[in-house]
């Protein structure tokens, strides 16, 4: 089936650092991913919308000049956390729908992000 | 590998109750997750279970067997703002989670 990557699984960074985070389509491509963040047992906050070759849609609330999305390829899309803050420690969780069916998505595996 | 098994597609009538099973096989167990997503929304959380046994949740209960690798989501009263994709996922023992490809669940009168 098809499969969603993440890079890094896992980051620590120093605050005023920018970490830079990859969602891949492995084997598939994705004209439209997702960037989700998730809270300890919540449900998962839709970030943004990457869209290849234009502009992300960002969900009402998020900084787009803090969460800089570039969908650079059909395959690639990439969340950087700019001058991250403690408060940005979280999960971050990619999505990219499926080519056969409308309402499919799949998922990421998550990069967690630890600011110190 | 890392794998999580769930029916693709469910049917279900308003008012009854249905059971989605979720099976995994992963490196390490650190809970799972249930999620319910509509079309075009993000994931809503459900439940978690981390320890063996049954998380009742108003209409929603989740089951977990860490021995045999399984889960089931029980849904009883169904109502028809149910229909939607109900995804199992798996937290391995480097806490990255192992995704389902998620159950669609359609409701008929």
């Known amino acids: 089936g098809a499969v969603v990557s993440q890079h890094p699984s896992r980051v620590i960074c120093k605050s005023g650092t920018s970490v830079k985070i990859e969602c891949r389509s492995l084997?598939?491509?994705?004209?439209?991913m997702f960037w989700y963040r998730q809270f300890p047992k919540k449900s998962l906050m839709l970030m943004a919308t990457?869209?290849?070759?234009?502009?992300?849609?960002?969900e009402q609330g998020v900084e787009k000049d803090k969460f800089l999305i570039n969908h650079a390829s059909l395959t690639l899309s990439t969340l950087t956390v700019t001058s991250a803050h403690p408060e940005d420690s979280s999960f971050y969780i990619c999505?990219?729908?499926?080519?056969?069916?409308?309402?499919?998505?799949?998922f990421g595996p998550g990069t967690r992000l630890t600011v110190l | 590998g890392q794998n999580i098994d769930q029916p693709t597609e469910m049917t279900a009538t308003e008012g009854a109750i249905v059971q989605i099973n979720c099976t995994y096989q992963?490196?390490?167990?650190?809970?799972l997750f249930w999620y319910q997503q509509h079309a075009g929304e993000a994931p809503t959380f459900l439940s978690y279970?981390?320890l063996d046994g049954l998380e009742e949740k108003g209409r929603f209960s989740s089951f977990l067997s860490r021995s045999k690798g399984y889960s089931y989501l029980l849904l009883k009263e169904l109502q028809m703002k149910d229909s939607a994709s109900y995804l199992c996922?798996?937290?391995?023992?480097?806490?990255?989670?192992?995704w389902g490809a998620g159950t669609k669940l359609i409701i008929k009168p």
């Open positions: 999505s990219a729908p499926g080519t056969s069916e409308a309402d499919t998505q799949y």
């Open positions: 084997d598939f491509q994705a004209t439209t």
């Open positions: 990457s869209n290849e070759g234009s502009k992300a849609t960002y």
């Open positions: 992963t490196s390490g167990f650190n809970g």
């Open positions: 279970n981390v």
């Open positions: 996922a798996v937290q391995d023992s480097n806490y990255q989670l192992i």
